[in-house]
Nanobody
Framework: QVQLVESGGGLVQAGGSLRLSCAAS????????MGWYRQAPGKQRELVAA???????NYRDSVKGRFTISRDNAKNMVYLQMNSLKPEDTAVYYC??????????????WGQGTQVTVSS
């Protein structure tokens, strides 16, 4: 059974940095797409950043230049380095993964979420 476990959230002042980590386990398939989403109170969950198995990345506009997503395929880990944090970055951050069997992509898997709070 696939499990995604996040860590690294917390409380930080505006302008500060945090690094989120996500450990993936339990998949039979090695090729995957992984990403970070966030959900603020009263808002829909939104994609923050994503990274493919080959390393290509994409970011939502509001975090470009401040956040960096990376991965360690050998350790099945994905990271989100968040710099120059702003109060509007406050949300629960979720790790997401989909796996490719060779013929189809699986459904989305989600971590339990980690709270990021940025004070002004």
């Amino acid at each position: 059974q696939v499990q995604l476990v996040e860590s690294g959230g917390g409380l930080v002042q505006a302008g500060g940095s945090l690094r989120l980590s996500c450990a993936a386990s339990g998949s039979r398939f090695s090729i995957n797409a992984m990403g970070w989403y966030r959900q603020a109170p009263g808002k829909q969950r939104e994609l923050v950043a994503a990274i493919a198995s080959g390393g290509s990345t994409n970011y939502r506009d509001s975090v470009k230049g401040r956040f960096t997503i990376s991965r360690d395929n050998a350790k099945n880990m994905v990271y989100l380095q968040m710099n120059s944090l702003k109060p509007e970055d406050t949300a629960v951050y979720y790790c997401n993964a989909r796996f490719y069997s060779g013929t189809y992509w699986t459904n989305d898997y989600w971590g339990q979420g980690t709270q990021v709070t940025v004070s002004s």
